[in-house]
């Protein structure tokens, strides 16, 4: 493992496999009781630069779970929020901390951060990826299917943070994915050259729905307008009518379909309220997973 979780373009098998691996020891240590084998009393210092709750929340346990402290810092409320450059908050954070989680807007800063700090920092959501989103995603598929190799997932809506990620992480394990996006809404161009420069596993980016779910054993969407695009909301509206999970999509899926939503969801836009608690299942399963992969990763990045 590198000394930070920025991203998951970029980011080994092996490695994943063996976040995954220590996500399900540490799930089945929690669910019987057994206490985590990890140093006591280390500090996350969380900042949140865009609103949260399961990010959050699941930082927050997992870190209390495993022996240590959480510290919230909002923007609105810490110095960040009036103008402290970066680079400072990380030297700084650096003194006190033993982990920093960020969610910010711009990847960049993220990069910023765990260049100046001396300690770990994992990227809680940026406008680029949500790697902890994915991880938990892929957690969950293999706990549901039992494999991963040879999987189609299928992406329907916005090519937004998470659908760079799900690209880059399901391509990593194995999978095949296909994409359905409007023009103009298209996952980042360094995903897409990621995409066709991987051998051995099929990428498909289409604008139909309809084409991409046709197969698929898991598919996956998010809302139209994503945290900082509120303003882009009747636009988005416009631009993603006819891309929603439902009865006519699934139908065209493998049977045993599983559905993953990231949440919070905007049921009635990107999947229907039926095909969303047909699923509630695996979705929430999926949000759980958040804990158990989040503290694998605090586990394996700090415990050196
Ligand atoms: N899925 C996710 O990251 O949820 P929050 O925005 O509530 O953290
Ligand atoms: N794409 C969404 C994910 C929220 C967890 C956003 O960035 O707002």
């Keep these: 493992m590198e000394k930070d979780l920025l991203q998951l373009l970029g980011m080994s098998a092996d490695d994943i496999t063996l976040i995954l691996d220590t996500a ?16 006591s009393g280390k500090t996350l210092a969380m900042i ?7 990010t959050r929340v699941s930082f927050e346990a997992g870190i209390f779970q495993l022996g240590g402290h959480g510290i919230f810092l909002s923007n609105a409320d810490s110095q960040l929020g009036r103008g402290e450059p970066i680079e400072d908050t990380a030297r700084v954070l650096s003194r006190y901390c033993d982990c920093i989680m960020i969610r910010t807007f711009e ?3 993220v990069e910023e951060l765990a260049k100046y700090a001396t300690i770990p920092v994992i990227n809680g959501l940026t406008d680029f990826e949500h790697p902890c989103q994915i991880l938990a995603d892929i957690m969950t598929i293999r706990e549901h299917k039992g494999k991963l190799e040879g999987l189609k997932v299928c992406w329907i809506g916005d090519g937004n943070n998470v659908a760079n990620s799900l690209i880059a992480g399901c391509l990593t394990c194995g999978m095949d994915v296909s ?16 995409a066709s420069s991987v051998k051995g596993r099929r990428f498909e980016l289409t604008d139909k729905p309809e084409v991409a779910a046709v197969g698929a054993d898991v598919i996956f969407t998010d809302v139209w307008a994503s945290m900082g695009q509120e303003e882009e909301t009747a636009k988005r509206q416009k631009a993603f009518q006819g891309y929603q999970i439902n009865d006519e999509i699934m139908a065209l899926a493998n049977p045993g379909c599983m559905i ?18 047909e699923h509630a299942q695996e979705i929430f399963d999926e949000a759980e997973n958040r804990l158990h992969v989040q503290k694998a990763i605090m586990y394996l990045l700090m415990k050196k």
């Design 48 to 54: 949140f630069a865009k609103n949260s709750t399961r």
């Design 260 to 277: 993953q939503h990231c949440l919070p969801a905007h049921k009635g836009e990107e999947i229907t309220e039926k095909v969303f608690e």
């Design 24 to 39: 399900d020891k540490l799930k089945a240590q929690q669910k019987a009781g057994v206490k985590h084998d990890f140093p």
């Design 107 to 109: 990847q960049e800063e």
């Design 179 to 194: 994409v359905a996006c409007p023009e103009g809404y298209r996952p980042d161009k360094k995903i897409l050259d990621f």
